[in-house]
């Protein structure tokens, strides 16, 4: 499973950052979302969903995961 951030979209909420911060990070510059590695982790799936489903810009989604990412 890969987590993708379309950065244009992103506005700096830092949600996904407060849901997973094992994952999402926030650009000390810009203050939008970075992904370290777009791979995500064993056992952080879920958490992962849960922060794309809470983008409010809908900057973020998961693709791979047999579960209609893309």
């Known amino acids: 499973m890969r987590v993708?951030?379309?950065i244009?979209?992103?506005q700096g909420h830092a949600r996904c950052?407060?849901?997973?911060?094992?994952v999402?990070?926030?650009d000390a510059i810009e203050?939008?979302?970075v992904i370290a590695d777009p791979?995500?982790?064993p056992g952080l799936e879920d958490k992962v969903r849960l922060a794309v489903r809470?983008?409010?810009e809908g900057a973020l989604r998961v693709a791979g995961?047999?579960?209609g990412g893309a």
């Open 4 to 6: 993708l951030v379309d």
């Open 24 to 26: 999402f990070a926030t």
């Open 65 to 67: 995961d047999g579960k």
């Open 39 to 41: 791979q995500v982790p």
């Open 8 to 10: 244009s979209r992103c």
């Open 54 to 56: 809470n983008c409010p």
């Open 31 to 33: 203050g939008k979302c």
């Open 17 to 22: 950052e407060d849901i997973c911060p094992e």
